[in-house]
């Protein structure tokens, strides 16, 4: 048996260990790409180092061997900063967005590449519970809001962007016409927030607090809900569509107090017996700095990650910060404040909406437009025949839909480069070429994309065909810096994966082979 400690722990293993085996016999986790249990060594990521403190000898821990008298330590500040330096040489090749650009340009970040394959596929009640991941009021938004995420649509570089805000108003109204059901709450938390104000913002937090489970008072000055909405002429934006959504979320268990106009001595008496107090009161006045609310030039000055106020438990979000005419933007602030009132009353820390790492490339080449029109369709944008404040046919959207050009990763939460990037802080653009790989796609068995320039080269479908013994499979092809991830012989990925496709996908550390379904990614 050989003796060795790791992060001070002693312990002993048979010969012939690996010193990442070695780890994880005392619950030590050590971050891998290119490992893969039941296939053979290949170190090529070098993710996974760890220090020889004897030496100082930095090694690959998938590979290499315990031996007698080591002294191994897995994350010191040498050790994160060497996965760091790997992580960002890997992304130097690595040609993909996490998020497409059109997600990250909305203001309430919505995942529309999903719901635009869910709409294409018909699956219109996936389609609006995707949307209200991120938008509460998905019907109103999709009549008046000025559409920025179109701005992002790489679609536009071909020809027109994807008429997103139709698509999202569309698949809101298949759920108007059936009747919105009231949001049944997750187990109740005994928690209990007040919101000042019944408008986009107000309503928003109201109805992602209350399906975390909170209870909800909502403080309205007006007779009804709605806030600035209300002046919105009925060809723009018709009354029953609002009413619609607005009676759904405030009859899912939601106390409502209308011509209530809240005073200094009443948001006193709020605070006492409330977790938290939310002001989203849309424009402000000077007599918030009189009841000590630190104001800036805008409107309420907020900490920037939780929306805290200068005074204890209240938070602001909308028009109050600042004023502006995306109601999207007050619908996304209030989504991001209900998570951190959500997680602060779960964990008893108040801390800042998390951000997430995120692979961009930039605007494709005309050479790769081909590409991505492989899973679009060559039509040009459709505007509804009927008119925006009523919106899309089925036939319409189903169209409109189909002209995405799913420049996302299909694997955003599973991805182990963007996760461990996350983790180390990694920097996307330390070690980028001038010129990046061309964007390709080639499709295989079971609805499996690949995409090569998003490949990292780790090896494992390469060591899964050969395990499976597929008759072309992958291999290695080229030397050097010009080695790839290919087919023998020039063969198509098709005949590649006739067996080990799905496997393949699942394993794929990156996204560079993933799933095209949408039910796998809802």
Request: one cysteine or more.
């Amino acid at each position: 048996m050989i003796k060795l400690t790791i992060n001070s722990q002693p312990l002993k293993v048979p010969e012939g260990t690996t010193l990442l085996e070695a780890a994880r016999m005392l619950q030590i986790d050590i971050p891998t790409m290119c490992h893969l249990e039941g296939t053979g060594h290949f170190t090529s990521c070098m993710v996974c180092l760890v220090k020889d403190t004897r030496n100082g000898r930095l090694m690959a821990s998938c590979s290499m061997p315990a031996m007698e008298g080591m002294h191994i330590i897995t994350d010191d500040a040498e050790c994160r900063e060497s996965r760091k330096a790997s992580l960002e040489l890997l992304l130097s090749e690595h040609v993909g967005d996490c998020e497409a650009p059109c997600q990250l340009v909305c203001p309430a970040h919505m995942n529309i590449p999903l719901m635009n394959r869910l709409i294409a596929a018909g699956n219109y009640d996936k389609a609006v519970e995707v949307v209200k991941r991120d938008i509460a009021l998905p019907a109103i938004l999709g009549r008046i809001c000025p559409a920025p995420c179109e701005a992002g649509c790489r679609r536009k570089q071909v020809d027109e962007a994807v008429s997103i805000c139709l698509l999202k108003g569309f698949a809101a109204d298949q759920e108007l016409e059936k009747g919105v059901a009231s949001v049944p709450p997750k187990k109740l938390s005994g928690k209990k927030v007040a919101i000042i104000g019944a408008g986009p913002a107000g309503l928003a937090a109201a109805f992602y607090l209350n399906k975390a489970g909170h209870q909800v008072s909502i403080f309205e000055k007006n007779a009804k809900a709605g806030g600035d909405l209300l002046q919105i002429e009925e060809t723009e934006l018709p009354v029953k569509v609002m009413e619609a959504e607005f009676s759904a979320i405030l009859n899912s268990n939601i106390k409502t107090y209308f011509n209530i106009e809240i005073d200094q001595q009443q948001l006193e008496q709020l605070q006492q017996e409330n977790d938290a107090v939310i002001l989203a009161t849309g424009a402000i006045n000077d007599q918030l700095r009189e009841w000590g609310i630190t104001l800036s030039k805008t409107g309420i000055e907020v900490d920037k990650g939780t929306y805290l106020t200068s005074i204890e438990k209240v938070f602001a979000v909308g028009n109050a910060l600042r004023p502006s005419k995306l109601a999207v933007r007050s619908v996304g602030q209030a989504k991001e404040l209900a998570f951190v009132l959500d997680d602060w009353f779960r964990s008893n820390q108040l801390s800042g909406y998390p951000s997430r790492f995120n692979s961009k490339f930039g605007k494709l080449q005309e050479s790769e437009f081909i590409e991505y029109l492989k899973e679009s369709v060559d039509e040009k944008r459709l505007e509804a025949t009927r008119g925006k404040a009523v919106g899309f046919t089925g036939e319409e959207a189903v169209a409109e839909a189909k002209r995405c050009l799913h420049c996302d990763c299909r694997n955003p939460e599973s991805c182990k480069l963007r996760e461990l990037s996350d983790i180390y802080g990694a920097q996307q653009k330390r070690f980028q070429y001038d010129e990046r790989f061309k964007a390709q796609k080639e499709f295989a068995p079971q609805n499996i994309v690949y995409e090569s320039a998003k490949c990292i080269k780790c090896g494992i479908c390469v060591r899964i065909t050969q395990q499976y013994q597929e008759s072309f499979g992958f291999s290695f092809i080229g030397r050097g810096f010009d080695v790839k991830v290919g087919v023998p012989f020039s063969e198509s990925v098709e005949k590649a994966l006739k067996k080990t496709a799905a496997l393949v996908a699942e394993k794929c550390p990156t996204g560079a082979l993933s799933k095209t379904d949408t039910e796998e990614q809802i």
